[in-house]
């Protein structure tokens, strides 16, 4: 008991918890601080102060010991350092001159640019950060709209979230014990599909405004196929990650492992200066506490919840609703999309899973699927005002495009983030293709 309020109701401390927790959340404080205190008090209320202190103690070492995480650091690593030994601004600049003659070309080729940086980097908001620097400049030179070059970097970042290696997908796995390969592998495909279908919507906003995404032209065939050996690094580590987890022959650590001792070669050959290898491990390192505490603190949270019983009656009570399933899954993902107006992605997943994952397998659905679509819902919560991460990001780089530009230039990518869900509702054959043959 503490506070002398003694709920004899599990159930009745645990929505009152959960009550508090959104109510911090909504005015400012910080989802790993508001979670841990709200898990804390939790757990003394059930259990008292001896066991509450026990529990508390043991979860940042048990799970920043656990194997799958380390794969983290890795792949983060792998994205600072690429970034820093160049490779970003020749992918850019051979994604323009491959397809910057299409309407809306720039702006095509930073989608793509930005999928195949997202292969190495693993973390949405440095690949909105990099393509900033990167894009922007570019975009604006040769008279592109203000809102659409933010918009499409905001949104082009997000795929970082889905195509393999993806920081995200790996705590989502953790979260719900699944396969972290299977899982990579899984956001694959979905990625693919996700940055065709941004580039789709790219070409349309030409061909209705070109004065907004002007064509550029004049590049020879020549030109474009010696663009290509400065991009193979990239292809060479994407290959090295997916083939190596695919077949089986390392863990996912592993190959992230290798992909970076492989990055870490490429960019000692090519001069880069120490400083800046220092400055990725930095940076790497920074992102990878900021992740870990996070987790941490959620994990209290979710502790609690398990102590509590929330989690198994939301799920019985969903069970039991008298509507077909996908129904119920739509109002899952309208509840998740709403929910990341106010939340960081990797919190928000934090934060739900634990009540929401044993409902959906109840339902019938299938793990790493759900997974996938739950990952591109947070996609969705990057670029989705008022919190929208990778549009502060842009915004922060470049403070000459205005907040309020950047969110009116993600409006189109939203939509296209919606028809993305549809499909892989649609059609989840998209996402288990590439697992299933793992399987087998």
Request: aromatic content about 12%; some cysteine.
């Amino acid at each position: 008991m503490i506070f002398g309020i003694g709920f004899s109701n599990p159930f009745l401390v645990g929505l009152i918890a959960l009550g508090v927790l959104l109510f911090l959340i909504f005015f400012g404080v910080r989802v790993v601080f508001a979670a841990a205190i709200v898990g804390l008090i939790g757990l003394v209320e059930l259990l008292g102060w001896g066991p509450a202190a026990g529990i508390v103690g043991t979860i940042p070492h048990a799970k920043s010991s656990t194997y799958a995480l380390s794969v983290l650091p890795m792949f983060i690593f792998i994205g600072f350092l690429a970034f820093h030994a160049g490779m970003t601004q020749q992918l850019f600049d051979a994604a323009r001159k491959w397809v910057g003659w299409v309407p809306g070309g720039l702006a095509v080729a930073t989608v793509f640019a930005t999928a195949g940086f997202a292969a190495v980097s693993g973390a949405s908001t440095a690949t909105a950060a990099v393509f900033s620097r990167v894009a922007i400049p570019e975009m604006l030179k040769y008279g592109y709209d203000k809102k659409l070059a933010a918009g499409v970097v905001a949104a082009g970042g997000t795929l970082a979230t889905l195509i393999p290696p993806s920081a995200i997908i790996v705590i989502y796995a953790i979260i719900v014990e699944e396969s972290v390969g299977k899982l990579l592998l899984a956001g694959f495909l979905p990625g693919i599909v996700s940055a065709l279908i941004y580039a789709g919507i790219i070409i349309a906003w030409a061909l209705v405004k070109p004065e907004d995404a002007p064509s550029v032209k004049g590049y020879t065939w020549g030109e474009r196929v010696k663009s290509l050996p400065g991009i193979s690094p990239i292809f060479i580590v994407v290959f090295i990650i997916i083939s190596a987890i695919y077949n089986g022959w390392a863990t996912p650590t592993e190959a992230g492992a290798l992909g970076a001792a492989v990055v870490f070669v490429i960019a000692i050959f090519r001069g880069t200066p120490w400083r800046d290898i220092q400055g990725s491990l930095m940076e790497s390192a920074k992102l990878t506490v900021m992740i870990f505490s996070l987790i941490w603190g959620v994990l209290i949270f979710v502790r609690f919840l398990g102590f509590s019983g929330l989690p198994e009656a939301f799920t019985n009570w969903i069970v039991e609703l008298p509507y077909p399933p996908m129904v119920i899954m739509i109002c899952i993902l309208l509840a998740y999309a709403i929910l990341g107006m106010f939340m960081d992605a990797i919190g928000m997943l934090l934060l739900t899973l634990p009540v929401v994952y044993p409902a959906v397998i109840a339902l019938g659905f299938d793990s790493i699927w759900f997974g996938i679509i739950v990952v591109k819902m947070a996609e969705v919560c990057l670029i989705t005002p008022p919190i929208g991460l990778n549009c502060f990001v842009v915004n922060g780089v470049r403070p000459d495009i205005s907040l309020t530009q950047v969110f009116r230039g993600i409006m189109l990518f939203f939509i296209a983030d919606v028809i993305t869900i549809i499909v892989l509702l649609a059609f989840p054959e998209i996402v288990t293709w590439l697992p299933d043959l793992m399987s087998n």
